[in-house]
């Protein structure tokens, strides 16, 4: 059975591979509205960062009040970039580390801007966080072929946190 640190697990490799492949490109590239659903692949990479951001740090806690996005166009590089994402993993990672199984039933409440809000527990809001995270990598992966661009490794096998594998990039 797969527990929701191994997906956060797997999903952090996988996003840290595309965020590797994404530095290697011009800005002008990342920032290039593209028609997808956050326009450019840098605000969707920020979306997913900061998906996370949201539902760990502010809707499990119950602080969703208190949470302010940074707006996308104040990233000016990959390494503002890089620097948001190392700051919500650490939190992240400080988050699960703390988690016991007992609280992945707590119940909390999502709320969406249109207004409409779910009762989640811990462990569904992790997951939700996860498969958000999963739909916008498949987009990347779609603009990143209209580049020209292979995208990285993604697959489980690749990046499987029960074994590491060091011979692959």
Known sequence: MFSVFELYEYASMVRRRFVELLSSLPWEELEKNREASFYSMKNILLHMIDNEDWIVGYIIPR????YVRKKWSEYKSMSDVVAHLNEVESRTRNFLVGLDANQLGTEVTLKLQSGAEFVLTVEECLFQSFTEQLYHMGE????????????????WFYNNPRR??????
Request: proline content about 15%.
């Open 164 to 169: 590491k594998h060091p011979h692959i990039s």
């Open 140 to 155: 990347l992966i779609a603009l990143l072929w209209q580049t020209n661009t292979e995208p990285p490794p993604m697959q």
């Open 63 to 66: 602080q969703a009040d208190k």
